[in-house]
């Protein structure tokens, strides 16, 4: 490794982004605590991350809230705020920051102000740092792989990208306590919201989805943050069969388990398209972005991504899923068969 464990005690890692960007960052960073595993690590971040780092406490030990910069659009910024968080920075006499927010344009003069020992991470040609700590942003692949990619620059072993969302007793207890009437692998979560309005398929094509799914046995389980209601309510009303509607009413937790125990996902390429492939259930994703080798999950065989800006054919969609159901629906059948046979 190009930074020997002896002197790197004290690790930050900035990436002050949603659920979907952390957990595409997750591989990294396991792969990062492997290589330093008495060293504390510790995560800058959006405010919503002081959960995400419970979840993991397994690979990160601290949270630390960044609360903003210009140039940064998650947070409205605030100077007082942004001086006593470089303070800190200053105070916490970091061993290691790793830039692994992007490309570094913004944040990579940030980080210098934190007077780390040594800073690693991201450069373009607006950001370039003179440091074989550094590596030029690789615009292209998978979010998770760029990651892993730059642990390799830096010496450390690494694994193949796989994303890991670990489900806690608790989440376990929150799911329960819904009451859902459920049956495992009978029911199919439809997930239309998004952070961005842009990015959000129309919700007239995801109900054309739900009644085909409900007609072919499939309950329909609509879910969504409580700021998405808006769109799950236009969804509801366009769906000609009753469905289950858990909008806002779910932890992050209790959405893992529900998708875990689905026959399937549909939805827009959000941080639930990420906890799906986390979680191993098929899926069939709308990019809306137009970044689908960037943000779709990495098993081709189990998850199913239309990059709506150059396919914007709902049909395309529809045979996706009808396929899925399709595919079930004759397994089923040959095991039926088998074990009349025998």
Same mark, same amino acid.
């Given at each position: 490794?190009?930074?020997? @464990?002896?002197?790197?005690?004290?690790?930050? /890692?900035?990436?002050?982004?949603?659920?979907?960007?952390?957990?595409?960052?997750?591989?990294?960073?396991?792969? =990062?605590?492997?290589?330093?595993?008495?060293?504390?690590?510790?995560?800058?971040?959006?405010?919503?991350?002081?959960?995400?780092?419970?979840?993991?406490?397994?690979?990160?030990?601290?949270?630390?809230?960044?609360?903003?910069?210009?140039?940064?659009?998650?947070?409205?910024?605030?100077?007082?705020?942004?001086?006593?968080?470089?303070?800190?920075?200053?105070? *916490?006499?970091?061993?290691?920051?790793?830039?692994?927010?992007?490309?570094?344009?913004? +944040?990579?003069?940030? =980080?210098?102000?934190?007077?780390?020992?040594?800073?690693?991470?991201?450069?373009?040609?607006?950001?370039?740092? *003179?440091? $074989?700590?550094?590596?030029?942003?690789?615009?292209?692949?998978?979010?998770?792989?760029?990651?892993? =990619? =730059?642990?390799?620059?830096?010496?450390?072993?690494?694994?193949?990208?796989?994303? #890991?969302?670990?489900?806690?007793?608790? #989440?376990?207890?929150?799911?329960?306590?819904? !009451?859902?009437?459920?049956?495992?692998?009978?029911?199919?979560?439809?997930?239309?919201?998004?952070?961005?309005?842009?990015?959000?398929?129309?919700?007239?094509?995801?109900?054309?989805?739900? #009644?085909? !799914?409900?007609?072919?046995?499939?309950?329909?389980? /609509?879910?969504?943050?409580?700021? *998405?209601?808006?769109?799950?309510?236009?969804?509801?009303?366009?769906?000609?069969?009753?469905?289950?509607?858990? @909008?806002?009413?779910?932890? %992050?937790?209790?959405?893992?388990?529900?998708?875990?125990?689905?026959?399937?996902?549909?939805?827009?390429? @959000?941080?639930?398209?990420?906890?799906?492939?986390?979680?191993? @259930?098929?899926?069939?994703?709308?990019?809306?972005?137009?970044?689908?080798?960037?943000?779709?999950?990495?098993?081709?065989?189990?998850?199913? +991504?239309? $990059?709506?800006?150059?396919?914007?054919?709902?049909?395309?969609?529809?045979?996706? %899923? /009808?396929?899925?159901?399709?595919?079930?629906?004759?397994?089923?059948?040959?095991?039926? #068969?088998?074990?009349?046979?025998?």
């Amino acid at each position: 490794m190009k930074l020997s @464990t002896k002197n790197i005690h004290k690790i930050a /890692v900035f990436r002050a982004l949603k659920l979907g960007d952390m957990l595409c960052a997750v591989p990294a960073i396991k792969a =990062l605590r492997s290589a330093y595993p008495n060293a504390e690590i510790v995560l800058l971040g959006l405010p919503w991350a002081k959960k995400f780092v419970e979840r993991f406490n397994m690979y990160i030990d601290r949270f630390i809230h960044f609360p903003g910069c210009i140039g940064l659009p998650e947070q409205p910024f605030n100077r007082r705020l942004f001086e006593e968080f470089i303070q800190q920075m200053r105070e *916490e006499n970091f061993d290691l920051v790793l830039q692994m927010q992007g490309n570094g344009t913004i +944040v990579n003069a940030l =980080l210098l102000l934190f007077n780390a020992k040594n800073v690693a991470g991201f450069y373009n040609d607006k950001s370039y740092i *003179e440091s $074989d700590l550094f590596m030029p942003y690789p615009d292209y692949g998978y979010e998770a792989q760029r990651h892993i =990619l =730059l642990m390799e620059h830096l010496g450390i072993k690494t694994k193949k990208p796989e994303l #890991d969302f670990p489900i806690t007793e608790k #989440d376990e207890q929150e799911f329960d306590a819904l !009451c859902l009437p459920l049956v495992n692998k009978k029911y199919i979560c439809i997930h239309p919201g998004s952070a961005d309005a842009s990015r959000q398929w129309p919700p007239q094509f995801f109900a054309v989805l739900a #009644d085909y !799914c409900i007609e072919n046995g499939f309950t329909i389980v /609509v879910t969504g943050t409580e700021e *998405e209601r808006d769109i799950t309510r236009e969804l509801i009303k366009c769906i000609h069969h009753p469905v289950i509607d858990v @909008t806002g009413k779910t932890s %992050v937790g209790a959405v893992a388990v529900l998708i875990r125990n689905a026959f399937m996902l549909i939805a827009n390429c @959000t941080g639930v398209s990420h906890i799906a492939a986390a979680v191993k @259930t098929p899926s069939v994703i709308i990019s809306m972005d137009g970044e689908p080798e960037r943000w779709a999950p990495v098993n081709k065989n189990l998850h199913h +991504v239309i $990059d709506w800006t150059k396919e914007p054919h709902f049909e395309i969609v529809f045979a996706e %899923v /009808v396929k899925m159901i399709s595919d079930k629906s004759v397994a089923k059948q040959k095991n039926t #068969d088998t074990q009349t046979a025998a």
